[in-house]
């Protein structure tokens, strides 16, 4: 057995300490996401989505080649480690993984604009937090006006520091 010091590297994951906690943040990878989708040059995104756009499976034309956008989406999911803001658009637009459009490509990039403009946000788990664990939930009741379906989530909190998190259509 050998001890490696401190974590500061793991699976994408950057973890940083000091005497206040922990720091976790995917910056190196969301640049890398970035690359990946050439968009490193591109301008930052003040929101995640327009607020007057509702996807539909018919919106735009059929991509002729999906594999992009399916790489794109699941590293998305994967980013929602460090960026728990993002959980709500990486959900809708991964519910159009078996035939993506232009309008659902578009969206997805603007979700990627996004994160280029916040790349630095984290995770904080303080040291000097509280015990207390809460707990909050929300669903919009039929909110999906094509299939009539709700999407409900919920997030507890130790302290200050979230822990665990959940959106489910």
Known sequence: MKDLGLLSYFLGLEISHDPFGYFLTQ???TFDLLAHASLTDCKTAPTLFDPQTRLTPLDGHLLSDATLYHQLV?????????????????????????????????????????????????????AHSSLQ??????????GDATNRRSTTGFCFFLGDSLIVWRSKK
């Open 27 to 29: 910056a190196k990878y």
């Open 74 to 126: 699941g590293s998305l999911v994967y980013l929602t480690v460090t960026c728990p803001d993002i959980v709500y658009a990486v959900h809708i637009v991964s519910q159009f993984m078996a035939a993506p459009r232009s309008s659902h490509y578009d969206a997805l990039v603007r979700i990627l604009r996004y994160l280029k403009g916040t790349m630095f946000h984290g995770l904080h788990y303080s």
């Open 133 to 142: 664990l809460q707990a909050f939930f929300d669903a919009d009741w039929v």
